[in-house]
């Protein structure tokens, strides 16, 4: 794999775990109804699992053989 390849594979990966910081951040801005709180709040728990395993594919790369 290049070098551009392996760095657009590591941005894609990376998109969901900034997906959940953005949701985040919207959480705790402090603007929000009850409502939005618990639409988030849905939106959040959806956003985890994918944050995780996309971070988990990132950290199993294998940069350097040894």
Request: hydrophobic share 40%.
């Amino acid at each position: 794999m290049s070098n551009e390849d392996l760095l657009a594979d590591i941005r894609n990966k990376l998109s969901p775990a900034s997906h959940l910081i953005c949701l985040v951040n919207e959480y705790f801005d402090g603007t929000k109804t009850a409502a939005e709180f618990e639409d988030l709040h849905k939106h959040i728990k959806e956003a985890i699992p994918q944050a995780e395993e996309s971070i988990e594919y990132v950290r199993q790369f294998k940069l350097w053989e040894k």
